[in-house]
């Protein structure tokens, strides 16, 4: 007895786990029960009964309510469909002026609506383009056709790529320095020679509006929540939700509302960016210190100076963040929006995975990795940008980047002119080498694949099988085994023991839904190839993160491989695992394993950080060898930073567990993706997203919970 | 004599949803159980005073007096609940917020304890920037500013973040961005409490130095009582919101009007405090010595030359008139004896 009050929580959980098990047993498997497909499309079927409610007519699958719940909420992907498309096409009709036709016409509001932001988008992206590129869609825009036909010359004519990469050289020089700018320009340089310019100055064009846009609305909506308790709470529900929804599934609504091209991706880009960015800047503004902003009060700044002269800029650490956050959706998207018809390089990445060239894709991924990389390094030295007040500079001196660029653009476009002369067979290599002319290295590559393939065939194919046959198919089996009910049980008793009521009331709403929808069974085949990712990123990533942290300079090397891998678009990591193991689970599960690695890593590192050097001080005077000093002091303090990063590990898994449905796994993602496809497909996707989303809101709840529990504990903050 | 420059009159501040209505409603006298016991917590309870032009106001209490909120509620960081507080004849809290704006970007300066400098200016910026949301132009703005990083002596160190200053440095560019926009006014919240002893005190007698050269108007908190004594015109004790004691500090070491303040004179050396004026008996010809000593002088610094006389000395004022005497043996009592030997 003296046992059982010491560790109270201990013998709360054995029982819980009793509870499950002998559910689990009592529960037997029904005869009819197969791992179903395609219960979602409510086929006729003998198994099925009906029943009606709300004059209409219900159909479930009539087994044993204890072995699995009945889908009461098939009705929810049809109802979002069907009130996405009363609004898109009988609400509100509106008279509205028709420039083509010259005349009034009847439309629905919010298509009107949607149609002129899709308008506006488009021209955003082709100014951006054709500055970049050449064109004429802007000229149009201003003028009409008819105008264009007379006036032939009327064309935006484009950059030579020459003049992009030095000037990105220059920016870079001016924002950052040296370093900076040799990366830039190599970079362009690379894109160019292996023939990736187009491609990647249309995703470059896409990210240019995307971005600005997701952080001024992010920065917005996170300042007006900030003031207004009501605005935080109507939208830290959706912010919550975004956090660890899928991207895959908000593609499907905004392709009935937006439709297909790269002003849609923009739109969704800005969706999926944007909650990330508010949160930030919530958090950011909300740790700013009283004292400065009274000092920044009684400087006599009137609310709006307060705002951005004192708050903001405090609040940079965080802010930037955000920004790193922005720029990484926006990329990731970039690639995911090439399903809903945006170019660039996104568009090659898909379609030479599609066609199993790997050498292709590898080049695509590469420049879309740098890129990002640039843009990510260049938005931070920008935002870090210090002013020199007392250099007496001449006009020379202080206009030299602005002259060097000046004479770049008037070098690049002699340089041009000569090409057109030189060059023959209509090819022009100083203005921009066609994708098909560039270098590449892609048979290279693909025969470094076939090489593999040939010499490693037999361990490969060993390890495959083994894994699939070994650890997979019988874990997934476990998994598709418990009986809903335990299930339930099992998580409603976790969040009971770890946050009490509140918290149990919450996961076990979340879990009745996903349970009440359709795609119970594949839910738990997402479950179970997250958690197998999540387990062995974690012993991966604590396992380095600890390693590392012995060393400084070791510490600060895996930090910043951390960062370039986090910028990574997260498609990119499906082609190396590819290349090795061509189509199967594994192959996802290894991109799973690799991309969630990331996060564990970064937060054991952080996390063995934030302990304080006092406690590590008093350790070693009490004469603690360097592993107890590990175990006994740094882990259980950084504990809790550990497990938020396992949080991170957890939404990161489940969205490349998602996005590996590319590949083909049978779980939510591959009805995602297969929603995305079908013209009614919005509900569905939409439904498998938001079940995304709850499974990686069960964990977040539990572990946030736990964290902050632990926390007040321990007195840290 | 001229007008205050800041006026008090009964100030109230009650934080607490019914803050407003539970005070109207207690008639003046405002106990602070009672209103604990209906959620609301007392933060300064009935504050009347008046600091007069040039004049230092100490305002001395321990952590949760109410002193940093009184503070707070004459600079109107936040709204007192009740009272009213005249800056210059103004009533401060009628002020619209544009006019509020003005009189800070005027009149007002202030500096806190955690230094509350912007992490992403440099010295110079941080010192500049009162000034540039004025809307001064950057140059003006920036070379006024190395006028003030030159008067609290940082010079050669405009262009360093925050960041890379120690705490005295830190409080430097506190002052020099408080002072940077010439404020009548200036308050001081804890400004050296998070100093080291030895910068505090050389942050202390610089600020004396300044103060002599600028003669602000000065509102200073602090909850050290020797920082209060060496500082002040004027000492107003704070005890759970309400002021126990204000006066000159000669007064408060002779005599405290309630036990608390009585605690915190105890242990206070008398020669460092009080002046010759506090001890001097009426003036005397009998047995008098040749030594004259100023009305003014810090019984410490005249106590040896004094003590080395056998006769009286003759206390003079400014205009070298005889105005008092003084023994040895006084100045033994006041040093070594009880307070009833004074």
């Known amino acids: ?717 | 004599m001229s007008e205050p420059v800041i006026k008090c009159e009964a100030v109230y501040k009650i934080f607490g949803v019914n803050a407003k209505k539970m005070l109207e409603e207690s008639n003046g006298k405002v106990d602070a159980k009672t209103f604990q016991r209906n959620g609301c917590i007392v933060g300064v309870n009935n504050a009347s005073f008046e600091v007069s032009k040039g004049e230092m106001l100490v305002v001395m209490g321990l952590s949760g007096s109410g002193k940093s909120t009184l503070l707070r509620c004459i600079s109107r960081l936040t709204d007192a609940t009740g009272g009213k507080i005249f800056i210059e004849g103004q009533d401060l809290l009628q002020l619209k917020n544009k006019e509020l704006i003005d009189l800070r970007r005027n009149k007002m300066g202030m500096v806190f304890q955690s230094f509350a400098l912007l992490p992403h200016k440099t010295v110079v910026e941080n010192i500049a920037f009162p000034l540039q949301v004025k809307g001064i132009n950057t140059e003006d703005s920036i070379s006024k500013a190395m006028d003030m990083v030159k008067l609290v002596g940082l010079d050669g160190r405009e262009n360093y973040f925050p960041r890379e200053l120690s705490g005295g440095q830190q409080q430097r560019v506190g002052i020099a961005r408080s002072l940077a926009v010439e404020p009548d006014i200036w308050f001081l919240d804890e400004p050296f409490s998070a100093l080291d002893p030895l910068i505090r005190k050389e942050m202390q007698d610089e600020f004396l130095r300044l103060q002599e050269k600028l003669q602000k108007t000065i509102m200073f908190i602090t909850h050290d009582f020797d920082e209060a004594l060496k500082l002040a015109d004027r000492i107003a004790i704070m005890k759970d919101g309400i002021i126990e004691q204000l006066d000159t500090p000669a007064n408060i070491v002779l005599n405290p009007a309630t036990e608390y303040v009585r605690k915190f004179t105890e242990e206070v050396p008398r020669e460092k405090v009080l002046i010759i004026e506090d001890v001097m008996d009426a003036p005397i010809t009998e047995n008098l010595g040749e030594l004259k000593v100023s009305k003014d002088e810090i019984i410490e610094n005249v106590a040896q030359k004094i003590l080395t006389q056998q006769k009286n000395v003759s206390v003079i004022d400014s205009k070298n008139k005889i105005v008092g005497s003084i023994n040895p043996a006084k100045i033994i009592n006041t040093v070594f004896g009880g307070k009833e030997n004074i």
């Not at chain 1, 008037?410 to 067979?425: C, E, P, R, V, W």
Request: glycine share 8%.
């Open chain 1, 1 to 717: 007895m003296e046992f059982l009050k010491k560790y109270p929580k201990l013998f709360q959980w054995l029982f819980l786990l009793i509870v499950f098990f002998a559910l689990c047993f009592a529960i037997e498997v029904p005869e009819t029960y197969k791992f179903i497909r395609g219960q979602a499309e409510f086929v006729k079927d003998p198994n099925q009964s009906a029943f009606i409610f709300l004059g209409k007519e219900w159909r479930y699958y009539a087994f044993d309510v204890f072995w699995r719940l009945p889908p009461l909420l098939g009705w929810l992907p049809i109802w979002i469909n069907d009130s996405l498309f009363f609004l898109m096409n009988d609400w509100m009709p509106m008279e509205f002026w028709n420039e083509d036709t010259q005349e009034f016409k009847t439309r629905p509001l919010v298509l009107q609506v949607t149609r002129n932001l899709t308008a506006f988008m488009t021209f955003l992206i082709e100014l951006i383009r054709e500055i970049l590129l050449g064109g004429l869609e802007t000229i149009v825009a201003f003028t009409s056709w008819d105008w264009i036909d007379a006036n032939p010359w009327a064309e935006l004519p484009g950059l030579p790529w020459t003049i992009v990469a030095v000037g990105s050289a220059i920016l870079a020089y001016k924002l950052s320095g040296k370093g900076l700018a040799l990366f830039a320009g190599l970079a362009m340089f690379y894109i160019s020679i292996f023939g990736q310019w187009k491609p990647s100055m249309q995703t470059l064009s896409f990210i240019l509006v995307a971005a600005p846009l997701s952080f001024i609305f992010g920065l917005s909506l996170g300042i007006a929540a900030f003031k207004s308790k009501r605005v935080e709470k109507a939208l830290y529900p959706i912010l919550l939700v975004m956090q660890t929804m899928p991207q895959y599934a908000v593609l499907v609504p905004a392709l009935v509302l937006f439709g297909v091209g790269d002003h849609a991706a923009v739109i969704i880009t800005m969706i999926v960016a944007v909650p990330p960015m508010i949160l930030l800047t919530l958090l950011g503004l909300r740790a700013v210190p009283s004292e400065v902003i009274e000092a920044g009060r009684m400087s006599g700044c009137n609310n709006w100076q307060l705002m951005f002269k004192v708050l903001i800029p405090t609040a940079r650490r965080d802010i930037l963040i955000g920004v790193n956050q922005v720029i990484m959706v926006c990329f990731s998207m970039a690639v995911i929006s090439a399903f809903i018809g945006a170019k660039g390089l996104g568009f090659n990445l898909l379609l030479a995975l599609n066609q199993l060239n790997i050498g292709l894709a590898l080049e695509a991924g590469l420049c879309i990795s740098l890129i990002a990389i640039l843009l990510d390094k260049m938005s931070l030295a920008w935002a870090n940008k210090q002013v020199d007040y007392f250099g007496n500079l001449t006009f020379f001196q202080k206009n030299k980047n602005a002259l060097l660029f000046g004479v770049t653009v008037i070098i690049g476009i002699m340089l041009a002119y000569f090409g057109s002369i030189y060059f023959k067979g209509g090819y022009n290599y100083f203005f921009e080498v066609p994708h098909n002319k560039g270098i590449s290295t892609a048979d290279f590559w693909n025969k470094g694949v076939d090489w593999i393939f040939d010499t490693f065939f037999v361990y490969i194919k060993a390890f495959n099988t083994w894994l699939i046959q070994d650890v997979l198919q019988p874990m997934r089996a476990l998994y598709l085994r418990m009986p809903a009910v335990a299930t339930l049980v099992l998580v409603v008793g976790a969040g009971y023991i770890i946050g009490g009521v509140r918290s149990a009331l919450v996961v076990g709403g979340l879990t009745l839904f996903i349970a009440f929808s359709p795609w119970w069974d594949r839910a738990l085949v997402t479950t179970y190839m997250a958690t197998f990712g999540v387990i062995v990123s974690c012993i991966i990533g604590f396992t380095v993160g600890t390693l590392c942290f012995q060393n400084k300079h070791s510490t600060n090397f895996m930090l910043g491989i951390c960062d370039i891998f986090q910028t990574f678009p997260s498609f990119v990591y499906l082609i190396p695992v590819m290349m090795l193991f061509g189509i199967t689970d594994t192959s996802v599960l290894i991109a799973v394993i690799v991309y969630a690695t990331i996060p564990a890593t970064r937060y054991t590192i952080e996390g063995l950080r934030s302990v304080p050097p006092s406690l590590h001080d008093a350790a070693t005077m009490s004469g603690v060898t360097k592993f107890q000093r590990l175990f006994k002091i740094e882990f259980p303090l950084a504990f809790p930073h550990m497990m938020l990063g396992l949080n991170q590990t957890i939404v990161f898994a489940l969205f490349m567990v998602i996005i590996g449905a590319f590949i083909g796994t049978e779980d939510l993602g591959q009805y995602i993706l297969k929603a995305l496809s079908d013209k009614k497909g919005a509900g569905i996707g939409l439904t498998l997203g938001i079940c995304v989303a709850f499974i990686g809101l069960i964990f977040d709840n539990l572990i946030r919970t736990w964290v902050d529990q632990r926390k007040k504990h321990l007195g840290i903050d």
